[in-house]
Structure formats: C-alpha cells, structure tokens
T-cell receptor
Framework: AQKVTQAQTEISVVEKEDVTLDCVYE???????LFWYKQPPSGELVFLIR??????QNEISGRYSWNFQKSTSSFNFTITASQVVDSAVYFC??????????????FGKGTLLTVNP | EAGVVQSPRYKIIEKKQPVAFWCNPI?????LYWYLQNLGQGPELLIR????????DSQLPKDRFSAERLKGVDSTLKIQPAELGDSAVYLC?????????????FGPGTRLLVL
C-alpha cells in the first residue's frame, strides 16, 4: 500500500521568511511519481510539480524549490521569501508508475501554511 | 485553455434529498476522476473514467452514489439519498491520457452541506 505523510499540520510564518514543507512517502513500486498541489481558500487544487522516481535532481521554479531524496523517501518543498499569497493548504501526493501496483493519487493530509504580513 | 469546470460550487440540502454534481473536463482529456475531500483531509478517489468507461469504481458507495459519463466528456455524480456524513467537497479532475503517468488537473470542487 502507498502512504504519504505530511507531519506538519499547520505552519505560520512572517512574510519574507523561508519555509519548508515536509513530505515522506512509502511505496513498493520501483517506478512512481510524486506531486505537490496547492489548495488556496478558493478550493481548487493547483498543480505545482511532478517528479518521477528516477529523477532525483532538485528543481527550482522562482521562489519554489523541491528536494527529492530517495534514500530517505522524502520530497520536501521550500518556499523562499514567502508572501501572503502563498497562504494555502499544500498537498503532497504519490502515484504508481508504469508497472506499478497503484495508479491512484494517494494524498497526504496537507499542511496549512499561513503567511502573515 | 479553460480548466476543469464544476457546478454548482455550493449546495445545501436536507438529508434524504437527492443531489447531483456536474463536471466538464479540460478539452481533449480522456480520463476523468471524482474525488471526495473531507475537512482537514486529502482528496480520496471515488471513481475513474477512461473515456466513457468507469475503469475503477471500487471506492464508490454504490448503494447511494452513482456516476455517469455518457459521451466521454462531461460527467455527473449523484447521491440519493444524501446523508449527514456526505457533507464534504467533491472534486473533479481530468488528465490527458493513461492515469498512470499523467498529471491530474482539478476543478474548484462542489462544497456540499447536508442538514
């Protein structure tokens, strides 16, 4: 069975601080995909990034960066110089890849990030 | 490009009443999903369609829930009769191809409150 754990239920920071959201996953698949989604108060899940299990390179997109480490089964997300508009619930998710046992997206419980002015 | 469209955005009904949710996926997306999101939780899959075929409905409570995607485009999710515990957000998502590797794009959801 697949599992995603986001141990941080809520994080509160002051604007311009850096913040890291943790994600730890469990899977028996050798090929799998990891995702981060943002859910602002409007409710829509906004896709942020997808990584496959063979690509451990860290990725940076503007103020967002992701650190994928297979050795620790973690896929952490860092927001640099946070802004009020970053306030949302962030979900980490996992799906099996080709030949995997579970195509479904398995979500963590989410981390509520509040960025205060 | 238009995203996934869902309606209504909000619905309040009394228990034992029927309710229906509608979803229009991103144009060209063959795979459509319905998810249930309870407060403080991540979404959980209810049903997945590939074109008009329901390829996984194992998590759909079939005694009261039903879904259809007649022409392989729009989809409707129905609950009859609704129970208090059905209060949640119902999310629709779509992806371009096979579910295994394609990114799923989500709609804004329908927030259901059953009184």
């Amino acid at each position: 069975a697949q599992k995603v754990t986001q141990a941080q239920t809520e994080i509160s920071v002051v604007e311009k601080e850096d913040v890291t959201l943790d994600c730890v996953y469990e899977t028996r698949d050798t090929t799998y995909y990891l995702f981060w989604y943002k859910q602002p108060p409007s409710g829509e899940l906004v896709f942020l990034i997808r990584r496959n299990s063979f690509d451990e390179q860290n990725e940076i997109s503007g103020r967002y960066s992701w650190n994928f480490q297979k050795s620790t089964s973690s896929f952490n997300f860092t927001i640099t110089a946070s802004q009020v508009v970053d306030s949302a619930v962030y979900f980490c998710a996992l799906s099996g890849g080709i030949g995997g046992s579970n195509y479904k997206l398995t979500f963590g419980k989410g981390t509520l990030l509040t960025v205060n002015p | 490009e238009a995203g996934v469209v869902q309606s209504p955005r909000y619905k309040i009904i009394e228990k034992k009443q029927p309710v229906a949710f509608w979803c229009n996926p991103i144009s060209g997306h063959n795979t459509l999903y319905w998810y249930l999101q309870n407060l403080g939780q991540g979404p959980e899959l209810l049903i997945r369609y590939e074109n008009e075929e329901a390829v996984d409905d194992s998590q759909l409570p079939k005694d009261r829930f039903s879904a259809e995607r007649l022409k392989g485009v729009d989809s409707t999710l129905k609950i009859q009769p609704a129970e208090l515990g059905d209060s949640a957000v119902y999310l629709c998502a779509s992806s371009q191809g096979l579910a295994l590797v394609e990114t799923q794009y989500f709609g804004p959801g329908t927030r259901l409150l059953v009184l």
